[in-house]
Nanobody, 124 residues
């Protein structure tokens, strides 16, 4: 069984930075792509950033372009999300997800495995 575990969430002020990590444990697997999503109560879970492990292609939501960076230097390393210039509207629960088969990592239904989430709070 594959487990994804997020860490690094917390509370910061407007303009601050945080770095989220997503580690994997359990059964070995080779994800085709991994992504960070976020969700606030009453809203759909939205993709923040995707990382395609073979091509190392990255994609971002327009709302975070230029402020967030998704990366993983080595397949044995965690997946990271470096968040800078944080805004109150970035406040959310952030989830790590992975997809094992070829395809897109853009929507909740695309993904195979999920972490339990880590909370990010940005105060004005």
């Amino acid at each position: 069984r594959v487990q994804l575990v997020e860490s690094g969430g917390g509370s910061v002020h407007d303009g601050g930075s945080l770095k989220l990590s997503c580690g994997t444990s359990g059964s070995p697997f080779r994800p085709y792509c991994m992504a960070w999503f976020r969700q606030v109560p009453g809203k759909e879970r939205e993709r923040v950033a995707s990382f395609y492990t073979g091509s190392r292609l990255t994609r971002y939501a327009d709302s975070v372009k230029g402020r967030f960076t998704i990366f993983r230097d080595d397949p044995r390393d965690p997946l990271y999300l470096q968040m800078s210039s944080l805004k109150p509207e970035d406040t959310s629960i952030y989830y790590c997800a992975a997809r094992t088969s070829a395809g897109d990592c853009a929507y909740e239904a695309d993904m195979t495995y999920w972490g339990k989430g880590t909370t990010v709070t940005v105060s004005a």
